[in-house]
């Protein structure tokens, strides 16, 4: 008997235009590709229309690896295209403003790599742009859609550690300590520090004022990347006051011998304390002040298969990677503009891209003067 | 300017052909789907050809969900189409034998999920079957592929941990603890000793002798699955003897509350030990006897680039999850049909299957006499 | 103004005196040194009356170092002072019984270092001798005496982790995988599997039958210690079956890098699990199957100031020692003896030691024969 | 025959008098109990001389439980007592000044619980008055004297981490969180600040300049200690700048549910890392960057017998606890008396009380006024 043709995916297509194709380039599309089959049934599907880049040969293969049916040298044609929903902007820093906002000029909805542009300035451009034209925008703070951070995210919002009375963030990476030329011109910074700031704004809420300081121990003037200097905030080391009141220090390096990858948080609050880390980041600690006797930091595994952002993957007790966070980042983006529904609280919008860079100037400038210095105000409506 | 198509993807096809498309075929179809992409440049593409399996709508949705160009409710149809070079069997543990010895018979490489077969026998003519074919074969004992496994491999069989002197091995599960109808009709004999037997075998060698006991404290005989009868064995506890003469302790179990998914074990020689948790999967815990004042078990992050099972995913510490070891393995096999290699050691052969078979039933005939129990020799050629 | 003399300590005394002079006369004579001004108030104090070892100089020495008020080198001068009300057995296994048989029949209470004695029927000739008497007896399984392991012990008996599903227990070491001469004649099992399966009787209760083997990866017929030949058994495994049919996996090794200490073990029950490590001893790490969307295991610090164990010594937090054991184990015995209280269940008796000794016998006759032997029962009243 | 008695000690007498008797007269008196014994040979001998304190039955009761000959209620006849050598003050923060310097006055070597004072001027009074008489004197800083911390010290000191990048040291507590009346009426400032800032100045050298700030989220003006008002100072937190230029964030909390007694720190340095918990104290973790392919943070148990702190205690893997580091402490000091040697750079002496309350001040007036506030210089010679 012959076999039969499986009928057609009838889920509303989703395009993309992809603009970089390096390592989050690679991130990006196999979550696409993961999306597409993993979370299903499902109110739309993403497909992958189109990628740009610089180069030719380089561009034209990615297409090919990745599934794109389409490619270009130049990102104005991938913008121009109808069957592109959403510019998906992975390329270098420098490149985050103009072509978004080209794109987003062009109707689609945006989504750009952290951070999202090099000045606040910049980041309140793409905001406004995003918001007055009424596109789904999205920055790409992928660890709020890991599931120990969102379970942590919960029990804060629902009340369960009670009133938050102290928090420390940090986020420290090793291989700017190494010898040998730099893989990027950027520092702790633009790299790492917008991920930890995003991460205590995210469970913690705004940040009000910072006390900070930089140092480079490692890099120096003089040392380079491809030919051009570097930014050589190597580590960056802040206490950041809440809109609460909330104390918390807050730091970034890259000059951590060991600390692979160390995304790593704690907070205490009246009822209780959580703390998780990136290197073992399928385990939310928590602790409860009523726990009796046996009372401790209880290690949960945040795999079980009532979770929201586990449940499209595999049953309890089978421990997701670091990839899942994007794929379940961009599944969220995509259900929400094809339900027409909020980026955040879960995802972070262009506002809280622009609130990154506001608390980096902050620290900049408390790192140069020494003073306490104010964050700017959140006045902007969070879209 | 009009966007250019994409280059055809020249790599050549592997056709696969599936039966079977629960939890099993959907950790299958999304590695194949992740292999395509994530492993590039590579010898050959997996092409996901046709679907099989008894019902016709579900059939006929995962095809289009996982993107099966094909389907069929027949699997003889399947392995009658030329454009399947693998048979992938993922159904039911008793249907695993006369559909591969099908696919066999037709020139298939053959892919089985574990346990290759219900009784040692079964086994023993679908490896020798395949065997006599010429065809590769393939049993699915994942956790071969993880990193921190194949880590601790190298380290054994590069004599790194000098003389085995002691192992120890677990595999713990809680879901049969639960009250409620239980979702599978077999024990822990056939669910998860077999993956804890293998990685015994795996890092140390063949299995002599067990004396074991097999204990039931949850399940009765009147606990049903589907309305028939279950495998009571809710514990399996032995002591193993390895042709080396080194003594292991081996034990199974799914009435283990609070452990997910914890396969986990411990080997210590002469010239270290290492330990390693699938609920941690990342990290081997490494001691080296000769580690001076500072020596102690060391957290290794099997998360670096230059590890082989790493390359193809992320940059160094980006960790990996538990789907990442079946997606290794495909990759593997299909490297091994692609360009006739070897599919051990690393990878499972249906001799292995067969091994975890004959320790099955020794530990069976042991659990009934109490006697050690001698487990068949390994005379067929590993091939 | 002259400073007053210190009144008198009221409370009654209780004399020692110390057979051996070694590490574990040293732990001893430490404890009783702690006890008492540590347990305050307290039903009675210990007094530091003599002790006795072979070789005048050192044991001269030892009596100064730690306040002993006299020293002999013929125990049975200490047996016959009446100041003497314990006699405390802390020498060379081969000298456990003559002396401690001695000191029961001049009416002293005794304590004995374990392994009580070299064989099941000596130990039952200790046993039947003291309970005869009518003395107090304790045989020294100081790791019953921590914290955790009390609180694992209150968990399991007050019904907390519901019916037991499965154990396993292990102690590693690893001083004899080191080349050079042994510190020691006695194997795994003398040294340290009596400690492990005293643990497992302590939680899980009788054992009734084993199935072990034995193994000597390291130690030649040839080797020596001071001169004289050595047990061989450098790795003890064994299945063990309970009372109760609980199944669990007993381990013991001599031969084990990097484990320099690791008793530890975990009990699954229906309601729960509980795991603990000497090498992390204040833990205790707790499951309970009903914690919600938060449950995992909880790592308990032991070390609350309302603990029985933990009460004597310091605030919460902070953390005990490894001598703690001792010290609690010999204040809970010359509080028995003070108030004429039973031994048990917390302390164990020489009916204890007695167990540990059979235990042992029928793993060796296991080992040799293949089979699965039962234990004797344990007829003979607990006492 | 009679038993013999036993030999004078003959190790020279050092006398103590005490003042206090409360918690760290506990873990003092112990201390001093357990070095007679533990410490052998040892160039001297404690001796319990005399306790003082407030009220008479409380003293005298001291005085029998702990040993001491002697006691009184008014510490000057205690400091006339020419067989008291040590003055070892253990009282309220407000009474560490008057009886010190009298006991200075009196050539009496001092040794003083943390703070040394509550203000960084009379810690300079009484550091230039101890160094002026030529005494010795120890704040007590016990933390120093943990083998672990004792190992990383090494590490530093010994060039094995290279140069230090960045650090972080916490501490925190959580019983201020809890409701009900307090048990002290210091804030986190006074009671483990200084034990974390004396961490930090112990392994990275001197701070040259703080960023602080300080929060009340728990504490009220109006939340009494018996009957008096109350430091509200909950949680403390700042970015520290050393003389090296090193970076470090320093926090303290009295308001962390769940964190028993968490003193923890990290450091990062060219060559390697160490971290380090309280909770967990006989645990170095150690990273070093020429680790190949099993690099990673090593677990190093540092109860070897050859590490100092070590050996006058148990054979190896025979783990200490809390008290092992004031014992330790004493013990040191104890050998710093009797054969006149320094005090430092091991054990704290005054100088470094001194600088722990100048940081103190520094912080309190960087979180006033929000600048970088420079610590005072260290002029004062070390000593």
Redesign the interface.
Do not use: K
């Given at each position: 008997?012959?076999?039969?043709?499986?009928?057609?995916?009838e889920r509303p297509a989703i395009g993309f235009g992809l603009l970089g194709y390096g390592?989050m380039g690679?991130?990006h599309?196999?979550s696409l590709?993961?999306i597409?089959?993993?979370c299903?049934p499902s109110a739309a599907r993403p497909v992958l229309v189109?990628v740009a880049g610089r180069t030719e040969a380089g561009v034209?293969?990615a297409?090919?690896?990745?599934?794109?049916?389409?490619?270009?040298t130049?990102w104005h044609?991938?913008i121009s295209?109808p069957a592109v929903d959403v510019f998906d902007n992975v390329t270098t820093d420098a490149a985050h403003v103009e072509p978004t906002l080209a794109a987003i000029a062009a109707g689609k909805h945006v989504i750009c790599e952290k951070p999202l542009a090099s000045t606040a300035a910049d980041c309140a451009h793409l905001y406004e742009a995003a918001a007055a034209a009424g596109v789904k925008h999205l920055v790409c703070f992928n660890y709020r859609f890991f599931p120990a951070v969102r379970?942590a995210w919960e029990?804060v919002h629902g009340g369960e550690l009670g009133?938050?009375?102290?928090a420390?963030f940090?986020y420290?990476?090793e291989?700017r300590?190494a010898p040998g030329p730099l893989p990027s011109a950027a520092g702790a910074q633009a790299i790492i520090a917008c991920h930890v700031v995003d991460q205590a704004r995210f469970l913690c809420g705004e940040i009000a004022?910072v006390?900070?300081?930089?140092?480079s121990?490692?890099t120096t003037p003089d040392r380079l990347y491809r030919g051009g200097p570097i930014d050589q905030d190597?580590?960056v080391?802040?206490?950041a006051?809440f809109d609460s009141?909330?104390?918390?220090?807050i730091?970034a390096?890259l000059?951590?011998?060991?600390?692979?990858?160390h995304l790593a948080w704690e907070l205490?609050?009246?009822?209780?304390?959580v703390a998780w880390s990136?290197?073992?980041?399928n385990?939310?600690k928590?602790?409860?002040?009523n726990?009796g006797?046996?009372?401790?930091?209880?290690?949960?595994?945040t795999?079980?298969a009532?979770?929201p952002l586990v449940a499209p993957?595999?049953?309890?007790?089978?421990?997701?990677?670091?990839?899942?966070g994007h794929a379940n980042m961009l599944a969220h983006f995509i259900d929400a503009v094809a339900g027409d529904k909020e980026v955040g609280p879960y995802g972070a919008t262009f506002f809280d891209g622009l609130r990154a860079a506001q608390v980096a100037e902050a620290v900049d400038e408390?790192a140069e003067t020494?003073?306490?210095v104010e964050v700017a105000p959140a006045s902007v409506p969070a879209g």
């Open positions: 008997m012959p076999l039969h043709t499986a009928p057609r995916d390592f690679r991130a599309s196999h590709h993961s597409g089959h993993m299903w189109a034209a293969e297409a090919t690896r990745y599934g794109y049916s389409l490619y270009t130049d044609d991938m295209d379970l029990l009133e938050l009375y102290q420390r940090r420290s990476q291989w300590a004022s006390q900070a300081s930089i140092s121990p490692v190597d580590v080391a802040m206490v006051r009141g909330l104390l918390a220090t730091d390096s000059v951590a011998p060991g600390r692979r990858n205490n609050g009246s009822l209780g304390s990136l290197e073992d980041p385990i939310l928590v602790y409860r002040t726990g006797r046996t009372s401790g930091f209880t290690e949960v595994i795999c079980e009532d979770h993957w595999w049953p309890s007790g089978h421990v997701l990677g670091w990839e899942h408390s020494g003073d306490r």
